[in-house]
Nanobody
Framework: QLQLVESGGGLVQAGGSLRLSCAAS????????MGWYRQAPGKQRELVAV???????NYADSVKGRFTISTDNAKNTVYLQMNSLKPEDTAVYYC?????????WGQGTQVTVSA
């Protein structure tokens, strides 16, 4: 059973940057998906950026050119570098890892972007 621990959220002014990290405890033999989702108040959870089966990243149109997802498989960690942040990026950000043993989510980390 994997446990995902996120860090790096916080309050930032518009135009600023944050880097989110998600570290997975336990062994991972097959990684089908590693990525980030977000949920703003009153809205459904949405995909932000994912890497599936080691292929090129897939980004939401709203974050293309501003956010970059990366992974360190040796550390079982996935990162999200967020630049040029906008108030509409304010949300709880969740990491997700799908492996051969299940579909795992982190507890979420709050990102707040002030105007």
């Amino acid at each position: 059973q994997l446990q995902l621990v996120e860090s790096g959220g916080g309050l930032v002014q518009a135009g600023g940057s944050l880097r989110l990290s998600c570290a997975a405890s336990g062994s991972i033999f097959s990684r089908y998906l590693m990525g980030w989702y977000r949920q703003a108040p009153g809205k459904q959870r949405e995909l932000v950026a994912v890497i599936t089966n080691g292929k090129s990243p897939n980004y939401a149109d709203s974050v293309k050119g501003r956010f970059t997802i990366s992974t360190d498989n040796a550390k079982n960690t996935v990162y999200l570098q967020m630049n040029s942040l906008k108030p509409e990026d304010t949300a709880v950000y969740y990491c997700r890892i799908i492996t051969d043993t299940g579909d795992f989510w982190g507890q979420g980390t709050q990102v707040t972007v002030s105007a």
